[in-house]
């Protein structure tokens, strides 16, 4: 299998999933529980990863994933909670309070 995508939160990890899933583009998550343990390891090789199930869809999912790249937004921070969100969300994952268009 191929690691095709990781980034820090987990949210973020599973709405690309799903976005894949969209294309009939099997996944699954790896360190989806492995934040917090990081021990000795680096930071992102704890980060929640995505695997490609099928290496014939790997160019299509590459291209999608070089599509929501381009139309990515920045992360923001919740203006009440505080936590980090993915630019793609409008609403706080944890707090559920509205982004703040700045
Ligand atoms: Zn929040």
């Not at 990890?13 to 790896?30: A, E, F, Y």
């Not at 920045?74 to 509205?98: L, T, V």
């Amino acid at each position: 299998m191929t690691k095709i995508y990781t980034h820090p939160n987990l949210y973020q990890v599973v709405n690309i999933q799903n976005l894949l899933d969209l294309k009939l583009i099997r996944t699954s998550v790896r360190n989806e529980f492995a934040s917090g343990g990081s021990g000795e390891l680096a930071p992102q090789d704890v980060w929640p990863e995505l695997w490609l199930e099928d290496e014939r869809d790997l160019g299509l999912a590459q291209n999608i994933l070089a599509e929501i790249a381009a139309n990515e937004q920045d992360d923001w921070y919740c203006g009440q909670c505080g936590e980090s969100n993915a630019g793609s969300f409008d609403f706080c994952w944890d707090c559920e309070a509205p982004r703040k268009k700045i």
